[in-house]
């Protein structure tokens, strides 16, 4: 009979550290009082490990939480960054999002998980403005005991 056992992949962003991620994430937007989130934490290959929607969020919400991590670890630099470092730079703006086939959304909201000093996924959230989206995807990432890459190091 043959064996049913495989390889097992390495996982540096884990299941239990993602649902910790998304419980603080959501801890800190409810101590402070925003709206109803969406948060998704991607791994290092864009894939979802963890996606909570709260009640009352509407049909967007997760799309944009998606785009947000996805740019942001795409480019290795917080969303929030991203914009600001583009301003005035609308064809390169218009061809990252065609080239991520629309997962890429440049505002406050997606942010690096870095272990390390070195990325291992990100945080995207959607569901009040988008700093105090940031705010909560950085209170999730320290609350899991990692650093959060809004910008890159001087």
Same mark, same amino acid.
């Given at each position: ?23 603080a994430?959501? =801890? ?7 709206? @109803?989130?969406?948060? %998704? #934490? *991607? &791994?290092? +290959?864009?894939?979802?490990? !963890? ?14 939480a ?6 942001a ?25 065609? =080239? ?7 505002? @406050?909201?997606?942010? %690096? #998980? *870095? &272990?390390? +000093?070195?990325?291992?996924? !990100? ?32």
């Amino acid at each position: 009979m043959p064996k049913s056992e495989v390889f097992k992949a390495r996982t540096p962003l884990s299941l239990d550290k993602a649902k910790q991620i998304i419980e603080a994430g959501r =801890a800190r937007a409810r101590e402070r009082g925003f709206m @109803p989130l969406t948060l %998704v #934490v *991607l &791994d290092l +290959g864009g894939n979802t490990i !963890a996606l909570e929607r709260e009640d009352g969020c509407g049909i967007m919400r997760e799309p944009v939480a998606r785009g947000k991590a996805a740019g942001a670890l795409g480019f290795g630099i917080a969303s929030r960054t991203i914009g600001e470092r583009n301003q005035g730079r609308d064809a390169f703006m218009a061809a990252a999002a065609a =080239a991520a086939d629309g997962q890429f959304i440049p505002v @406050p909201g997606g942010v %690096v #998980v *870095l &272990d390390q +000093g070195e990325v291992i996924g !990100a945080v995207g959230i959607s569901g009040d403005v988008s700093d105090a989206d940031e705010e909560c995807a950085i209170a999730g990432i320290e609350a899991a005991g990692f650093k959060a890459g809004i910008d890159t190091p001087d």
